[in-house]
T-cell receptor, first 111, second 113 residues
């Protein structure tokens, strides 16, 4: 089946540890995105990538890092520099300038 | 970052009622998208609009791309309990950062059976 997968669904980490969230798509989409969603809030863009080996900061990139070594993969690392990392993280993909399709999300809790 | 003005913020209706929500922007948009998000899940695309004045239906859902290109609305007819969730609008602007979607803050819909 074509789609976007994110793993794991739930993730717990101790404060001060880096953690990497996985996002894979088999839709052959060129662009991929990472969003953060806090309770009762909308979606805020962290990073996006339009082609392999290239990515741009979104509105809240501080404390996060990404890589785009393969077209189908766009992992997000939440670093210890992120002051409030507990949130719901959503990955999306699209053809350029077309509608975005989302994965099921990863809920990260930092203890 | 820029946000869309989405209203109402929340709605509580009786099953069978019709629902209407809208989004407005201070700038011209080339694309309007409507998503629904269930708790703990990713948003699911409901309707995509690409042309000013366009009116598109998806089952009981109808959305329109405003003629001014600065607004869009979503209507749900004859609501049912599974319509419960948060509805988001999103859009692409003009030149510049047109690969970034601009998002509304969502309309939370509750349906009383």
């Amino acid at each position: 089946d074509g789609g976007i997968t994110q793993s794991p669904k739930y993730l717990f980490r101790k404060e001060g540890q880096n953690v990497t969230l996985s996002c894979e798509q088999n839709l052959n989409h060129d662009a991929m995105y990472w969003y953060r969603q806090d309770p009762g809030q909308g979606l805020r863009l962290i990073y996006y990538s339009q082609i392999v080996n290239d990515f741009q900061k979104g509105d809240i990139a501080e404390g996060y890092s990404v890589s785009r070594e393969k077209k189908e993969s766009f992992p997000l690392t939440v670093t210890s520099a992120q002051k409030n990392p507990t949130a719901f993280y959503l990955c999306a993909s699209s053809m350029v300038r077309r509608e975005q399709f989302f994965g099921p999300g990863t809920r990260l809790t930092v203890l | 970052g820029q946000q869309l003005n989405q209203s109402p913020q929340s709605m509580f209706i009786q099953e069978g009622e019709d629902v209407s929500m809208n989004c407005t922007s201070s700038s011209i948009f080339n694309t309007w998208l409507w998503y629904k998000q269930d708790p703990g899940e990713g948003p699911v695309l409901l309707i995509a609009l690409y042309k000013a004045g366009e009116l598109t239906s998806n089952g009981r859902l109808t959305a329109q791309f405003g003629i001014t290109r600065k607004d869009s609305f979503l209507n749900i007819s004859a609501s049912i309990p599974s319509d419960v969730g948060i509805y988001f609008c999103a859009g692409h602007g003009g030149a510049g950062n047109n690969r970034k979607l601009i998002w509304g803050l969502g309309t939370s819909l509750a349906v009383n059976p």
